[in-house]
């Protein structure tokens, strides 16, 4: 066994909540996407900060890597054992440690899900923006920096986390940050560790920013005839000022999958699934000001969801986008991937994925969070084929190229893990040594998430 | 002469645009608080990165101080030459690069002031929104991660900077973020550089978002018969997520001051100066569920102003809380202090300051972004009278105390500087020695601003 030391230290500390059984270890493998399984020589289920400092003490003296899993809904990689070591399963740390109705935040543990704390949150007016689509940790969304269909109006992880608590490579256990909703006082750590998967600390503790429920929402969906007119709509409406919640973007691919999977009917064009949030007359207001510049672009088909049911059933059918995929074409697996650009050269974006998904032969529907320029293609594929894979490789590749030509980036959601390490340089230049710097003065003997994020080369 | 030789050598490139005459230097020297002159050596003009680069290059080789000047409107000394050395003046670096109107962001040069871009913004429809109240260096508000009234709508610095170029303490050139709003690739450099006050990089270029103008806007004042009363209509409505763009608090002294300044007449009782932006509809709205909260507690006196003109003028007598407060003590200087505090706390943070002032003998009026928790104390003094100073440190101690024992920040939006080093430990505890190490592995050689923001002390 690798490590026997450090596991043999740590079973003194951990008991029955460290196993190294087959099993356990196989599961903690598993990935959304088409990694190979990556065992962890040991799983380990710490219940409280102080556990998890001795943990990572013990890891530190004994040169044994150590990958943070939550929900293990990341989709590049992010919680995989590439290094052996420990996995250390944050699911038992799932406590909403304290509502702070009058600040708007919250404190919790890691392993929180973004639906038990909405779930908890249920009697206080308040709710938790982020919505990723997955049932995601708080901690994972947080080491990633996850956003999802409401970024356009709240913001992703990096506008919603006030504060951490967060143990470091060599076991000390740090605060970042404080209950005030800002502060000029040194270096922002928060920000630095949001995002940072897992590579430089493991997060134990977020204060989150909470929202008022709003008063009214109303939802929507309409179609264009073409995805420039679907972008420009989206472009001039947030000239406008009009504060969506959510405005994503459905390509005719989509669609038809949308149409497979709930037997529905809609139009093969692109589409905007879109909501409003405010008082009843604002909403009134920001839907017939859409709606006008909606019109001006040739939109058509106006659905309007106004009833609480009518909204869930509109999202629901937008969170199964994954599922309605598969829907396309029945028993390949998908790889979901995400880029972001400009907004000004979305539509460009998007057309040029369309086109060389047509040209590699892939079925690849394209939904995105038009309002932020993210936006995922959902590639149909089969891990067997090599000649699938390798298809599908171009197509990533191009689409991150396409990002970085446009001025965007290779990741507006889904992080960097594995898979698009490859792509840290041309992103980041002579920004990426600083990275490294960062890295080998928090972690020096790499044991913190090793191999992930930062590609091999000199600092 | 110190640093004579990087001096000389710098006058090799930059001629007539460095300067060694008292003066200039003295100039340079000056501050809005009560530190004593410091004298750069030099003052150096640039006028591109490139230059910037090679200017840091020869100053790491001699070991030369740079520290960065813009409006010099910091309050806590950042702009000063503590160890004397190149004030770097960015003043020549003024332009407003490009405007992406259809990306609703602009990229500037860090000479540039928030009042030029406004200007230069009047043609298209968009504004930049951060408003800390002086003319402020949009480099300035970048490094101190400055904020203002407008931070409860529109977030700070923080929020708003999208992407930035900085020569690094070698001469390197990088670029952090790109031109897509969000982002999940990588360490965030962005953020790490907001905010740290030219401690780690000078900074050459910035991508900030942009907002549309607001169809409506509605401000009004209204008075409360306490503290508590006005703070409890601010947590309510934040609660009732009725989306204020402006919330200011003005206690009683501050009020009697206006008074003076303005010959005014209002009553001296605490007031909130609020401001709504949004559609007519939508700001009428806001403005009735605002005025409805408000008499639950108490408010009377509600004075709205629709009219552009009128709006100013409520704007400028709270842009004038400096000179207002020069009116409550003729001939005293001013020191501005500020901290931030969570929203449930900041009546009692407000009312122990007040007590603070009467206990000391001091005149210390308190105008606050009360939306988010931040508040300013300017503070009566006589730098010349030891006794009064002595009175001074022990009312801006005791802010600080206040605010972290309530579990908020020593600076809501001035910064460190040389003024806040001392409650560093207290506010980041073991925190500070991962700030200390990313100092050091950024800037070695200790030339970026020293003696800034982190206090003295081991690594």
């Known amino acids: 066994m690798q490590h026997a030391a450090a596991i043999a230290r740590l079973t003194e500390i951990f008991g029955d909540r460290l196993s190294t059984a087959n099993a356990i270890r196989a599961e903690h493998a598993q990935n959304e996407t088409h990694y ?43 919680h995989l054992a590439l290094k052996g070591g420990i996995s250390l399963d944050m699911n038992r740390m799932n406590k909403v440690l304290t509502i702070n109705a009058e600040d708007l ?4 543990q890691p392993g929180v899900t ?16 982020i919505d990723p689509g997955a049932n995601a940790s708080l901690g994972g969304m947080t080491a990633t920096r996850a956003s999802g269909t409401t970024a356009v109006r709240y913001g992703t992880m990096r506008e919603n986390v006030l504060a951490l608590e967060a143990v470091m490579a060599d076991g000390t256990i740090i605060r970042t940050g404080t209950q005030a909703r800002k502060s000029s ?26 929202q008022g429920i709003p008063e009214a929402m109303s939802a929507a969906t309409c179609r264009f005839e073409s995805v420039e007119d679907a972008v420009n709509t989206v472009i001039l409406t947030i000239q406008s000022g009009i504060p969506m919640a959510r405005i994503e973007l459905v390509d005719e691919v989509m669609v038809k999958g949308f149409n497979l999977y709930t037997k529905g009917s809609l139009p093969e064009k692109p589409h905007l699934f879109i909501e409003f949030h405010g008082t009843p007359d604002g909403t009134k207001e920001q839907a017939a000001a859409f709606g006008d510049i909606a019109e001006e672009f040739g939109a058509s088909g106006f659905q309007w969801a106004e009833k609480a049911e009518d909204r869930t059933a509109l999202w629901k059918m937008r969170h199964n986008a994954h599922h309605a995929t598969k829907m396309l074409e029945p028993g390949a697996k998908i790889l979901s991937t995400d880029v972001c650009v400009p907004i000004s050269k979305l539509a460009e974006a998007v057309l040029q994925a369309q086109e060389d998904s047509k040209r590699l032969g892939l079925t690849a529907p394209i939904v995105g969070h038009v309002g932020d320029g993210n936006f995922h293609c959902g590639i ?70 090793p191999g992930k994020m930062l590609p091999p080369g000199n600092a």
Chains 1, 2 share one sequence.
């Open 380 to 449: 149909s594929c089969n891990p067997e084929d090599p000649d699938s894979m390798a298809r599908v490789a171009e197509m990533t590749s191009a689409l991150s190229e396409t990002a970085l030509r446009l001025g965007g980036t290779v990741s507006g959601e889904h992080g960097i893990g594995l898979g698009k390490m490859k792509y840290m340089t041309a992103e980041h230049g002579p920004a990426l040594s600083y990275m490294r710097a960062i890295k080998a003065s928090f972690d020096p003997k790499n044991i913190m998430n």
């Open 185 to 210: 006082t040194g270096y922002d750590l928060t920000h630095l560790l949001v995002g940072s998967e897992g590579t430089l600390a493991v997060i134990t503790e977020i204060t989150l920013r909470l």
């Open 114 to 129: 973004r639906e038990q704390l909405n779930e908890d949150l249920r009697t206080t007016g308040l709710f938790f923006p």
């Open 105 to 108: 935040n919250v404190v919790v």
């Open 36 to 78: 190979d399984t990556m065992l962890p020589d040991a799983v380990v289920y710490p219940e409280s900060t102080e556990e998890i400092a001795a943990l990572v003490k013990i890891c530190a003296e004994e040169d044994c890597p150590i990958v943070p899993y939550g929900a293990a809904s990341s989709l590049e990689g992010q």
